[in-house]
């Protein structure tokens, strides 16, 4: 089977890298995702469609610096292209365990890597895009956002985080996206960002800011709406460089 990831020449067991992701074009959603600064850390998002009508997204913080866990996500991104995508091809399958089912192969890839433990937390989700829902899981990751007519709720944590136990398993609960709704997924490193001194707020940034910034934007592009959170958050950090990876991943549905 075809590699899918590219090192350079030197170093090939340190330097492997995941292979970039290019979202697909997806009918009637606007998809992207914008990172702030060097990347230092464990952050990582991917998507890969998997049939005519699913798109498989995915974002994860594994623990730890980059130049340390190069290789936890390289394995992560090639479980959840290979597997997804054995998973999800089938036209009659339960979404909700199919999607169970990824995250207990990627949990055990992970734990194969690392030899023992490595904590991960993942957002793992398929979007229909005939019928406009989303089927995810959340292993203890940052809750996604869902924004629509009734306001912002969270998709909190439906799981343990990845990399911990070999037979820990996630719910996958489904949700619909109507027209004009917008899901938004964060790093735990963009709301842990502190405010500056002069500033005449205090603590982190945390998730309430968040979950105000979404509620007060502008309906727009997913790059803007990725954008405009990010900025708020430098805003709110000053002129203090980042300490942590920030990446802001949001999907729109216009139609």
Known sequence: MRSLFRSRDREPDTMVEPVPTVFPTIQGVDIAAVF??????????????????????????????????????????EAFRTVGAQLFSPPDINESEAMSELCLHINRRLIEVCCGVHSCPAFLACYHEVFGTLC??????????????????????????????????SDAPTVALEPGSALLLVSRGLLSCEAHRRSAHSGEFGLDRVKDQLQRAEKSTARALCTSILQSVSDFGGDQPPCDDRTALALIRSA
């Not at 990582?44 to 340390?68: K, M, W």
């Not at 292993?139 to 439906?158: F, M, N, Y």
């Open 36 to 77: 702030a600064g060097k990347r230092v850390a464990g952050d990582f998002y991917d998507s890969i469609r998997v049939t005519p009508e699913r798109i498989l997204i995915g974002l994860l913080d594994a623990a730890g610096r980059r130049d340390d866990n190069r290789h936890i996500l390289t394995a992560a991104q």
């Open 136 to 169: 995810y899981t959340n292993a203890g990751h940052i809750p996604g956002l869902l924004r629509d007519a009734t306001g912002v709720s969270e998709l909190g944590s439906t799981g343990l985080p990845l990399g911990l136990f070999s037979h820990a398993t």
